[in-house]
Structure formats: C-alpha cells, structure tokens
C-alpha cells in the first residue's frame, strides 16, 4: 500500500465567502484530481475568532473517499505543537463557538426573527 499525500491550491473563488465550506469544484486544476484521488480532505475554519491559546476549532470534510463515507467531524488544530486533536478534550472551545452562534441569532430590537410582523 502507498501513501501518496498532494497539497493544493484552493482557486480564488472561494475567498468571495469565507465562511462556504470547500468543494472538489475549488481546486485548481481539479479534474485530473477528482479521478486519480482515492481521498479529498479538505481543512475548513468556519470561524477564525474561535482560538484561544494557540488552539484553532476547525472541520475537517471528507469530500471524496472511494473506500469509505463522504463527510465532515469537527477536530481542534493545536498550532504550538502542529497537531489535530479531538475537538471533545477542548470543550472550552466549543462552548465558545456555541455562543457565537447564539449571539448571532439574537434578533435585533427584541424581535423574534421567525415571527411574522403582520398579525
């Protein structure tokens, strides 16, 4: 069995939205790719402000894998030792990212976003 392992240039459509989570489609060059790759991964961060002490939230999504599922996992990328850990032993980060999105779904001016303005 061997590993072969190829860094790629994302294509510049993917800066337009930096939050849209990477596809086979934004790889440059991507047809030669799709066909000879067992395995696409692709290291996405939905939200750089979720960092604390050198740790990093980020997802990880399997967008080809011919021996296995296609998917996403969430993982914490440790950067003082260069490492992936388990995103469950860094639960502070977690619970982070949690109230990010809560406070993002706050309505402005008390109002329920899903309630109709119109009675």
Known sequence: MT???????LNRAIEQD???????????ESGPIE????AVLFIHCQNPAVNQDGRLLCL??????????????DICFVRDFSRFEDWR??????????????????????RSPWRSSKR
């Open 3 to 9: 590993i072969d392992e190829a860094f790629l240039q």
């Open 18 to 28: 930096a939050t849209r989570v990477p596809r086979l489609s934004d790889l440059r």
């Open 35 to 38: 066909a000879d790759s067992d």
């Open 60 to 73: 990880i999504v399997v967008s080809k894998n011919r021996s296995g599922r296609q998917g996403m996992f």
């Open 89 to 110: 032993d860094h639960q502070d980060l977690v619970d982070m990212a949690e109230k990010m999105v809560e406070a993002k779904a706050k309505p402005k001016g008390g």
